[in-house]
């Protein structure tokens, strides 16, 4: 709207709390002791200060608890052949990554050793487009620097991860923590596609996200898996920088065993900042960030995806690591993940992205070298319909979840960071901006911490949300009765009808219009 000249409203971001003088929902230090319901709940991959592989003997696990990993004796692979041998894949993998790489159709061979059964189905189309049409001088970096590290990383697995991660699996609180060199591992073990394939049949991993890349190397969609597959590469170049950080990355899982009961919550709202300009990533430092999640964590970004959560993951790689650990979220769950680092720029959105070459983060660390970043994933509802939303079923799941992933009772008031979000389920899930709005308003005030909310350029939105918070909150309005006003809109609301809508009901009520002049508007009940 260009009558609006202002790029923010409300309390100025300058006031909002941030880490390091908060403290973060998880570091990889320690968590909350009382958190830990079993001891095995936070599982340290490496042992602080030097981010050394913890145990120093190889651990070797193959169970329903763990990432399979591809170096397991465990870990048998049936031959093509007539004779139909069990072989050890390691070993395939071991044979095919001595040879040399020095084009995609060496790259294609290896990858194809120990993936022999799906010789046929696989076509890694993209991955040439990729290597085809980068620039030549990059193209040399790729196989003579980056190529040889990744393969490295690979081969030494044994050493870099000593025990395989836990699966982070439904209705359990569990934590682990890695360094990035490991989380590096993970992911040069799945450019390789050397991870057991996760069968949606199978009931151990029916509800996994898959790990590897072979559905980023598949010939649909080749522009963006080019400018996907260049974020990789700038990720693998920069981790084999000799000054690469090795700190950690904590992924957590958490659960909201008792769901709130909004109806009655006298909570008062917390402050808000609107921006029309900016985006979380870059303007959220320090803040608890929200990704707005599919129920796999990352959603399609292995695959074809690019909006929102595929972006954030695609510029910070590490956070693909949460799909081989995290089982589908449920309505009550969430997944935090703190430390990821950013290694790629980048402009557009969706079929506009492009990668715009290595990325300086320069985000603060913690004592440890940990990045201060944390980033929550909650995973919104598709919405069906405007009025749908409204549904208190719908209403009370939308409010738990965000709640879920802004919650920590381990953290006092005064020392939680603000969230950074903004239009949370309203892109690819439809869902109304407005109603959103609230609803992280209201569950981000019930976990006690303000918001800072980006519009993604819509001034009008801004204007919008600012007004209707200096309302409520001039009338010390509490997230139970706003609560109960949304409940109200169900009864009344159209179908055809908006967020904007919604607002003018809200401000009626609150401004206690309603028995006075009653808007013809309201007077139908919905069929
Ligand atoms: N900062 C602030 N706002 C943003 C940013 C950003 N970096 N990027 C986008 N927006 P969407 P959803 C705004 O569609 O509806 C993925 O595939 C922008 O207005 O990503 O929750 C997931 O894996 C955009 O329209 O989120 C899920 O499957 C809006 O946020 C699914 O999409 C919503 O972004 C989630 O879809």
């Known amino acids: 709207d260009s009558s609006i000249k202002e790029k923010h409203m409300g309390t100025p971001i300058s006031e909002f709390p941030r880490t390091p003088e908060c403290i973060r929902s998880i570091s990889a230090e320690q968590l909350p002791s009382a958190d830990l319901g079993t001891t095995n709940a936070h ?7 030097e981010s050394e592989p913890t145990p120093k003997e190889l651990h070797d696990i193959w169970n329903t608890e763990h990432v399979k990993m591809p170096y397991s004796t465990h870990n048998m692979y049936m031959t093509d052949d007539r004779n139909k041998r069990k072989v050890s894949r390691w070993d395939l993998i071991e044979e095919a990554l001595a040879e ?87 992911l040069a073990n799945a450019f390789f596609c050397t991870f057991p394939y996760r069968s949606r049949r ?16 598949a010939p649909y969609q080749q522009d963006r898996k080019f400018e996907k597959l260049k974020c990789l ?31 009655y919550l006298d909570s008062p709202l917390k402050k808000l900042h609107v921006s029309a300009v900016g985006n979380i990533e870059d303007d959220g430092e320090g803040m608890l960030q929200v990704d707005f999640a599919n129920k796999y964590v990352g959603g399609g970004v292995l695959g074809r995806g690019l909006v929102q959560e595929e972006i954030r993951f695609i510029i910070c790689p590490e956070m693909i690591v949460s799909r081989l650990l995290t089982e589908e979220l449920d309505d009550n769950e969430c997944l935090l993940m703190t430390g990821c680092q950013r290694y790629s720029d980048y402009a557009g959105y969706s079929d506009s992205f492009k990668c715009l070459g290595p990325y300086e983060d320069k985000t603060l660390r913690d004592e440890n070298g940990q990045l201060l970043t944390e980033v929550v994933a ?115 609301g159209r179908h055809d009808q908006s967020g904007e809508d919604l607002f003018i009901f809200v401000r009626r009520k609150v401004s206690n219009e309603d028995d006075i002049d009653q808007s013809p508007n309201y007077d139908e009940e919905t069929p």
């Open 202 to 217: 199978k009931d151990e991993y029916s509800n996994f996200p898959e790990m590897n890349f072979v559905n980023l190397f």
């Open 100 to 186: 040399p790489i020095r084009t995609f159709q060496d790259l294609e061979n290896a990858i194809l050793h120990y993936n022999s059964l799906n010789k046929d189905k696989w076509d890694l189309y993209g991955l040439r487009y990729f290597i085809e049409s980068i620039k030549p001088k990059e193209r040399s970096q790729f196989f003579d620097n980056v190529l040889p590290f990744m393969k490295k990383l690979v081969l030494d697995s044994q050493k870099i991860i000593t025990e395989p991660p836990r699966l982070l699996k439904k209705g359990k609180v569990m934590s682990v923590t890695m360094s990035q060199e490991q989380a590096a591992c993970l």
């Open 378 to 492: 909650i995973d919104a509802l598709v919405a069906r319909s405007f009025i749908n939303q409204f549904n208190v079923r719908h209403l009370n799941r939308e409010l738990n979840k965000a709640y879920c992933g802004f919650m920590n009772p381990h953290i006092p008031d005064e020392n939680k960071s603000a969230v950074a979000t903004g239009n949370w389920g309203c892109g690819a899930f439809g869902g109304d901006v407005y109603v959103k709005a609230l609803i992280q308003l209201m569950a981000a005030s019930a976990a006690k911490r303000s918001v800072c909310y980006f519009t993604f350029g819509d001034s009008r939105l801004m204007e919008a949300l600012h007004k209707m918070h200096e309302l409520l909150w001039e009338n010390k309005v509490s997230v139970g009765e706003l609560y109960r006003y949304l409940v109200a809109f169900h009864k009344v």
């Open 43 to 49: 599982q340290r991959l490496v042992k602080l200060p």
């Open 233 to 263: 590469f700038y990720y693998f170049k920069a981790r084999n920088e000799k000054t690469a950080t090795n700190s950690c990355i904590t992924f957590r899982r958490q659960v909201l065993k008792d769901p709130i009961e909004w109806e």
